[in-house]
Structures are given as structure tokens and as C-alpha cells.
């Protein structure tokens, strides 16, 4: 058994990896911590939990010890001590934050005006977005964990950026997630009678999840590039779906077809990535509470654009799901261990 | 592996109950049916069983020979047939509709407008919830699966009607419901304009549940309990909960403590039910996607009035959870295989 | 024109109040005020009323001079300062919270914690449920705005407990509210993924409006009521909907039409109660942004027991709409002037 | 006051229609009519109206005759042989529907399957998008009311086109509607269980409102535009937020200030487009049951994209509402007469 400690395990994502770990047959939870719930048994923070386990939440320091992998679910600026730490003691380290998702620190100062302090660190560490990094991610005890909407857009675009068959400067990428991923601390915009029956975009061509999209779609093209990025708060729980736009470069005269057999071909060793067929298109609802990604195309013959549609569920596949599938692979687990869960879509 | 099989697989109710057996380590799917979706690849119908299971609706003929279990999933009046077919072939038989609920035929004739057809089936017929009628059910070959209602309903006042703390013409049961509970069926009421943001109550004092309830309450009191039961359909996919009010006798001068206390003990072997301790009160969340059952009592001194608050998730507990229960129960396998499931509060 | 001042004018109660009078053919904001948002334009709190209203938020002193009439929709104990120097300056003041609502100052001791600073003013003040308080209204300047719980409650009873068909030792008020109910004050149990797609019960009968509801039972029962009063939290923005259920006398062999008949007669001066046929059952969106109460009523023969199903819009009928309804009494216009407004059902 | 007739008043934006007008100062109600509900009194279809009017739906012919204005909110196909009847008659006609949208025959013929019956009828014919063809409109008798998602994207473009500062084709509109925007009738996808919680993209790039935006956007810019549309199924009942992305020229080197101001002046006489300022995003919230179009603008200047950012309630401005307003125009009454509502943000 892996034994698991997770950092921040009150918060939206780290009660979905608690729920995850204790159902996860390979994986025994030896410790957990919270800031604000410090000494709480975290059955009484989510009463869901209630009978399933039954763990007060401790400090950092006193669980540290008994782990082999620890997971962080921690506001930005929080994860580099605690990756020392691990580093030190040869504990797995899995980060849900943002702290080591960025390769160029110039872009973590700009983005979340913050210093790297162990810059070693961030060398050892690896982007853990499951399907393009297998093989590195299994060499590493580093892990940065994608953030929700990069998952989402970067799944969508790999194929298509990967063969060059896009004008890379035409990327439009509209996100629309749930609420749940403005995470669990009080906003006015998460005031229910605020969000209920209404929608809106938010930190339009501004949100800090830009650089972290155009860093992996760079990587996939070979080269730089900027997209325009737009999120919207939807009423909903879970699930983000992203409408990605871009243009099919000139001389690529592909049919739909090609593009969706490009697609299967791409991810035919991710079972977790479920290419629709022609014609269907993802609904969030279809991948709720699971590590799928759906993703739908469309060809417009008459713009010579491409439409193609991916869906997640941003505590899941966003988040937690992912989290564990990275360690799986870290562990040499088979990737899907404790993670084959078929999508409650009602 | 237990062989199973779904009559009526494309409804809420046998779609949840695929997504449970595909996932239950004991049991492989060998056929399903649908009349709606006959031919049809169930993943069609519902893409989130995409990759997950692929397998065509046949008929009820074409699939009873390979089963061990037949599970039924179909309005009132159409299992009988398919009971008797199962009882001559050896088949264990699960109804999750009305028809072997009532043990008292005129009872099935004034709700429901029908005669039996087969009384000896219904003689061999077990009511099967789970926690009430657990030794009687590992007997049984043919088992009712309880309403939704009667399910929250009856696990919230069993263990004061066993102890005669209360007044038997005083119940009233004020149960909420979300949306799926009215079945995959069209109708203006559940489309989504109509029921959004709204709550209403509706067959106040006529559903057909009220009989089913009244059977199990009146077992339990040992003498004839007639109640009230008004149902809301409350703008949520799952969830029932039921607020269930009834005064304690007059000479029971009896403490929330004990109560409690009483609850813990009635339901001490039976870990799917949940006793919450006082202060605490359930809520549909807390229980969604899972076989849970959370119970919350309050008593008020001023008025000697028990508020009994019990919630289920309506597809688990109140229909394919414990359907799956039952079979456990049926086939001897520990009464949670396949049904370890915490609740996605979220 | 009639010059408003609106103390509080920033909260949901306040800002439905500013998008009434508005719109009221006989009124004249003149001043609002906030304590969160102090000098700030409302229609920068709230972008909906954006080209509608343009108005700072000054403090209380600054407007009260220019008022012939002060509503306050502030949190309980604020505002007896307020009544005592409107009543001063001979300005007409509408409470739209609790401090004048409970008749007897040890029930306004006991729920709420407080003393009453200035008992004279409690003596010239008036309880503004109109449909039954109408005369007085019209005579008082004081006026106490009921809770949105009350309303529901003691409109759906007042005509039963008046011609005493009733049981008053047997009545339950099983209610269900949008979370608007609540405020726009942030709380874990307001925010969105906490109470999206799901229901609880809160406050099981320790809820401040018992009292108030007594209080009004009482006086229309001509003896003291003992009530339960459970409200629940339901997944919308706006309504309540109260299921209130009552045993009646057994020497009272009335049949649902005579009681259907009763109601329509006990309300046919009043536009605003809508008293359903027999059949038809209220949901909260048909009442939705309107000052209707729609009642309806089922008679179980079997159980000699009435249900009354009543809906109102909590922020209109059971908050704002209702103070405009007080204010029209009292400056002698026409009841409906400014509110007669079609609900919105979608 | 305007003799009013309503075809198809038992739909969603027939029952909008009604609602507005019922409560509207120089207008009377003289007929109804519904396939559907054909003799039936209207407030038994739609409770909310119970008490604000009874009518029974009526026949076409017999309404006709009574009325200065007839409304016709009906599937496409149904509108000429009513118009031409009104047109004989000197009725005006008002036509929610979309068969007087597409001024280029061959474009109705290829996105809706038939040809035009009345050809000069269409050459009388207005399309009655208020804001930009105010003029026209006043003098026309047979409008064609604006689609829902053509409304809020023409809206969103006018100036930028108007001003040729943008490249026409680089324009993509990601629009996002409620579900009442799929009718009243029956379908799986507008079932509660299958929308709530959920977004999806549908008719991606083949949605019948293609031919009437680019329609729009081609005579504001003077040359055919091509665009993407691809509309969303979003968890809420009203309201429609239409995201547009479009490349700023290369030679044009504007800053976002002069943008917005760009706005304000073109819409400077349109009091119904409220154009935000700098750093202010609309929400389909602050529109509801309202005729306003809120407009956002947002400069990318790192891609050099404009994001416009356009939110209507699609049953009021999207429908009824401006279809009252195009009613005020062609009777010479002040534009917003009837239309003054506030949009209740909660």
C-alpha cells in the first residue's frame, strides 16, 4: 500500500482526492492537513464523508513523515517549502497548485508576481498533464499537476498542433467551468442567489491559467503560441467545456473524418481521452465525477475553421482524478488504478 | 461472477443500475433490454457508458437464458410475466417497479387499477428493504425493490414504531424529490423551463406510494398506521428528503439523547445507515451517488413533536443501490460489494 | 409624489424595494443608504439597475429630513433608532426587519435577545400582514413589515383559524424557501456548490419566526397556537413555498369545496391572494417577482386532515412588495398601486 | 389604446408577449390564439396569469378583424398566409418568427427548406432589429421581429463594423443561452435531468440563425461577412451571453477607450444598450425579464483581438420585448413604452 498524505485537504479539490484515496485499493491515507480546520475530523468539515474516514487534520510537519507520496491542494505561493521537504525525505511530491506548473520563472512573476526559491527544484519537477508526459512523469518525483482549463484546452488542441494542421496564431479557446472551481472560500460571485440562473465571462485575456496553456501548446507546435482565452462561470457544480476555434491552414485540405481518425490515432493508449465520433459532440454532464476528457470536432467548410469541443470534470480529470493518476504512474501502477469510474451524468 | 441481466436498462433507474454492476467486482452485465432503444448500443443512448460498456438492447427473451439475475426496471403492471419466467428457469427475479410491493392485492387494485395475475408468485415474494427484512431476503427468489419515498420514509420512523414511542395517527411525511424521480419519460413537468428555480407539491394525499408505506409502518407499529405523505419535486437531479413529523405518547417522556441512542442501536449492523448526532440534520448532497441513507432527529419540547429528517439519493438507495443490495443479500455476498460508494457532495 | 428613503437600500430586500419604487407611478426616491457601500452609486453595487437609478449611498441623517416615508431593511435591533427619529420628524417608517413584528417584549427576548429600547413606539406600532390587518395599517405610521415565512404561513391558515375548523393543537408548516431568503451576506451555506442540486432542513424548530407566526395564529384563533415550523433550503433564488398541514375538528364535517369557498370569500377584497380550484396546487414560479399569494388545498378524507399549500415570493410578497403594500394603505392609495406586476413564470 | 391579437400565444414567447402587453398602458388585448390550447382560457396553461387575464384561445380569423396589431410567435413557415391576411385587412404584422428574417430568398431556402410564398410581401417586409433600423421600421407595416442570438451578436458588432475597424474574417461569436430559447415543447434535451448541471455546445456551425446574423453584419459592413456561431445549451432558463472575438486591423491602432466611447456614440439614442465601462462584464442576470442589451468590451492587445461580450433576456429583447418595442415604433408611440422594467437581477 502507497501511503498518502494530503496537504489542504478541506478545500474543494482536496476532499475530492480524499474521496478518491480511500476508495483507491493500492493506497492507504496516513495523514492529512488543513489550515483552516487544524485539529477537525474532516468528516465533520464534509459530512458526506462520514463512516468512510474518520482522520483529524493535522500539520504539515507531523504527517510529512509517514508518507511516500504527498499531494498539495494549496493557494499559489504555498507548495515550494513543502516540495523541499519531500525532496529531502524522498517523499513524492504531486502539486495542485500552480507553483511549479510554469518552466520560465518570467512567467510565473508576471502571471503571479512571485519569485521561484528553489529553482533546482523546478528543474527536477515535471508537468504532469498524463497523456503528453507519460514517460516523463515516471521519472520524476516532482509532479505539477495541470490546472483545469490548460487540461481541458491542451487535450483539445495536441492532435491538431502536434501535425501542424492549424494556423497557430487563430486559437480561440471560450472555457466554460462550473463553480465549484473558484474553490470553497466565500466570494460574492460564488453567492448562490449571485451565480444561480445566470452566466458570465471573468478575467477576460487576463487569467493566470494563459501562460500555462500557451506553455504546452507551444511545446506541442514546436513553437510560440498566443491564443486568446476567456472564462465563464456557468450554473452548474462540476465541469468545464471548452469551445476551442482555429483555422485549418490552407493547404491542409482535410476532411473531418481524417481529423477524427488523427484524434483516435493520437490518444489510442489514453483510454481516459474518448474521441467522439462525427456528429456527437461532449456534454459535462457525460464525464461527471470521472477522469474522462471528451472531445468533439467540427469542420466548417465554410470559414475553413475547426470546432473542436472538450469536456472535463475540473475536480476530477481537473484536479484530484489526475493527481492520482500521475501517481499511479510515479508508482508504476497501472494508470486507471482506482480511477475507473463510469460518469454519473444525472 | 454473478450473470445479470436488465429488463428495461435505458430508464434512469437501469442506467444507474448498469453504471453500478459494470463497476461491481462479482457480477458481469450478459444482457440488457429496452423497448424504447431495442437494437440500439446502450452507450448510444447514454455516451456517458461510452468505453465503458458497449452492448445492444436485446429482448427479455434473448437474455433470460444466461442469467442468474434479472433485474426489472419498468412501469407497473409489466413484471409479472417476466417474474414468472425467472421463477420456472431458476432465475433470481428483482423488481425495481410496484408490482410485488403490496402484499395485499385490493391495496394493488384500488392504487394501482390491477389484479395479480400469479398470486403464488407474489406469496413468494419478498419486500426487499434491505435493513428491515435483511434474513427474510437471503430466502428469497423473488424480491420487491421499495419505492423511493418509502424507503426514506420507512428507515426514518422504523425504530420508533418498533419502540411505540409515538403516536400512530399523528405521522405526517413531507418528502422533497428531485427531478429524476419522474423518470426519463417527457413531460411539461420536468422540462427544464417548467421546474427550474421552483418548487411545487403535487398528488397530495394520492400517490402510490402512500399504500407501500403504510404497509411497512403498519408491520412495524404492529397495528394498522394510516399517514400523510405529500411529495415535492424540487429543482435538484437526485435527492429525496423526507421530513417526517409524528408526537411521542404522551407518557414517554423520553430524551433526544435516547432517541438517538435508540436509532444508533436499531441500525448498529446496518453501515448504510448513517445516525447523525444531534444538532446535525441530513442534506440530499451529502448522500448523492451512493447506497447512504442519513438520518437527523429533532425533538421540540414545546409542541412533543419528533422531526425526523432521513435523505437518500432516489437512483441509489431509493432504487438501484439497493436493488444491488438485495442480490448481495440474495447471493451471499457481503451486503456493500460493489456498493462502496462515497457521496460526490459536490 | 411621495418622498422615499430607503435605509439598507444594498441588501436583497433593500435593492427589490429601490427596483419597485422605481418604477412606483407615485414615488420619488430621495436618499438610500448602506452600511457596506457607503458612499458608493447602487447601481455600481448592483449593475442591473445600471441607467434606472443613479444614487449614492448616504448616511441616514442625510436623508431623513427629505423623507415623507423610511423603509429599513437591516438586520434586527438597528432599527428602533431609526422608528424614534422618523416618528420625531413626523416621517411614515416601514420596518422590513424584526424589532416591531412581536407584540410581547419577553417573545423579543427570548428568540431575538434583546430588549426593547422605546415601548411607546412598539405601542403605536403596527403589524403590516395587510390582508389582514388592513384597517389599522391604514391608521398607523409605524408599520412592521412580516417575515416572508409569516406571510406564507398565516395567510394559508387565517381563514380556517377564523372560523375555528380547525384543530390548533395540530398544525405543521413545513416550508421551503430560495436562498435569497438568506441574504446577500456570505455564508458557507449560501455558497453556490453547497447548496446547488440539493435540499436540507435548518433551523428545525428553533427558527425566529416561530414567534411571529404564533403571535398571528394566536390572534386570528382567538387563543394561544402551538406550531412546528421546519424550514428548508431549497435550490432557487426566489419563493417559498409552505406545506401546512392541520387536523379538523371532528364535529367540523366540511367538504373541500366549502372550505375552497371559505378561503375565496375570507380574501375577495384582497387582489393579491389568488385561491386555487380544487385541483390546482401553487408553485413558486407562478408568483415569481410578484406580490401574489397563491393558496391551494387538498382535504385527506382518510386522515380528516387539511393541507394548504400556499407560495409567495420571498423578496416581493414576503419583503419589499408587501412595505409598498403597507405604504400604499397607509398614504391612502390604492392597495396595488406600483405592484401590479405579472409573474414571470420563466 | 392599440387593439392587440397574439397567434401562437401559448407559447414561451407568445405568453412573454402577453405578460408585456397585458401590462402595457396604451394597449388591449383583443384576441388569442393556440394551436395547441384551442378554446382553452390561457391562465389555465399559464397559472401565473391567473387574475391578470382571462381569455380563451381563439382562431386566427376570428381575431383578425378586431385588431390594429397582430403578433405572431409561431414555427417557421406559418407566418405568410397571416401576414398577407393582415396585409388585405391593413392589420400590422409583427412576426416573431423567422420567415421574414432572411431577406435573400435562396438563404430561406437553404437554411429553413421552402420557398417564399408572398414575394412582394417580403419586399414590404422590415426586418425589426430596433436599434439600427429605427427609421425603417416606423414606416413599415409587416416587421420582422429579430432571432434571440442575432439580436444580442448584431447588437455586439454594429459599431466595430460600422467603423470598419475590425477584419471581417476573423469574427466568431460563442454564444450562450438559456433553455426557454428551445420552446415549450417536448425534447430530451430540454428535460430537467438531462440539462441541469450540464453545458453542451449544439448545431455547431449549422444553426439556422447563421443567415440572418451574417445578413446583419454583411450590411453593416458594407461587404459579405462570414463568421463562426456556435450556441450553447446552458443551465438556466433565461437570458443569452453572446462572447465575439474579431481581429482589430492592423492599421488601426485603437485603444479600448476609444472603443467604448465608440459604443456610447453609436448607441447614444438607444436607451435599451447599456454599454459598460472599462473593466465591467455583462451577466445574463442584469437583463433578466428586461429589454436591455448590455455590452463589454475587452482589448487584448498582447493577440490584438477585441472581445465584446453581449447579454439579452432572449424571451424580452430576444422576442416579445422587442417585438413591443418595434410595436411602439410603428404606432408612434415613445419606444419604450410598456418596456420600462427593471431587470430583477435575483
Known amino acids: 500500500m502507497i501511503k498518502a498524505g494530503i496537504v489542504g485537504a478541506t478545500g474543494y479539490a482536496g476532499e475530492e482526492l480524499v474521496r478518491i484515496l480511500v476508495m483507491h485499493s493500492e493506497v492507504e491515507i496516513v495523514g492529512i492537513t488543513s489550515n483552516s480546520f487544524a485539529g477537525e475530523d474532516i468528516s465533520k468539515v464534509y459530512p458526506n464523508l462520514n463512516g468512510c474516514i474518520n482522520m483529524k487534520c493535522e500539520s504539515f510537519e507531523e504527517i510529512v513523515g509517514k508518507c511516500d507520496v504527498i499531494f498539495a491542494a494549496l493557494p499559489h505561493g504555498l507548495s515550494e517549502d513543502i516540495a523541499l521537504e519531500c525532496d529531502k525525505k524522498g517523499v513524492v511530491f504531486i502539486d495542485l497548485g500552480a507553483d511549479f506548473r510554469l518552466t520560465t520563472e518570467e512567467d510565473y512573476k508576471q502571471w503571479y508576481g512571485l519569485d521561484y526559491k528553489y529553482k533546482e527544484l523546478h528543474e527536477k519537477s515535471q508537468y504532469g498533464l498524463c497523456e503528453i508526459h507519460k514517460e516523463a512523469i515516471k521519472k520524476s518525483k516532482v509532479i505539477a499537476n495541470p490546472g483545469c482549463y490548460p487540461t481541458s484546452i491542451t487535450l483539445g488542441l495536441a492532435p491538431v498542433l ?12 471560450d472555457s466554460k467551468s462550473g463553480v465549484t472551481g473558484s474553490g470553497r472560500g466565500l466570494s460574492l460571485g460564488a453567492h448562490y442567489p449571485e451565480c444561480n440562473d445566470s452566466i458570465k465571462a471573468y478575467k477576460v485575456a487576463s487569467h493566470r491559467h494563459v501562460p500555462e496553456i500557451e506553455q504546452e501548446l507551444s511545446n506541442l507546435a514546436g513553437e510560440k503560441v498566443m491564443i486568446n482565452f476567456t472564462p465563464h462561470l456557468t450554473p452548474m457544480n462540476r465541469g468545464i467545456l471548452s469551445t476551442i476555434y482555429c483555422n485549418v491552414l490552407d ?6 473524418e481524417e481529423i477524427i481518425n488523427l484524434y483516435k490515432e493520437f490518444y489510442k493508449n489514453n483510454k481516459f481521452v474518448r474521441v467522439l465520433e462525427a456528429g456527437s459532440l461532449p456534454e459535462t454532464k457525460n464525464v461527471r465525477c470521472s477522469n474522462y476528457c471528451d472531445i468533439g470536432i467540427v469542420l466548417d467548410e465554410r470559414t475553413n475553421r475547426l470546432i473542436i469541443v472538450s469536456a472535463i470534470d475540473n475536480l476530477f480529470k481537473g484536479a484530484a482524478g489526475q493527481a492520482v493518476q500521475n501517481m499511479n504512474l ?12 463510469i460518469p454519473s451524468s444525472l
Open 330 to 341: 510515479v508508482f508504476g501502477l497501472p494508470e486507471d488504478t482506482g480511477l475507473k469510474y
Open 251 to 256: 493547404d491542409k485540405a482535410v476532411k473531418l
Open 162 to 173: 502536434k501535425n501542424k494542421l492549424i494556423d497557430i496564431k487563430s486559437i480561440i479557446a
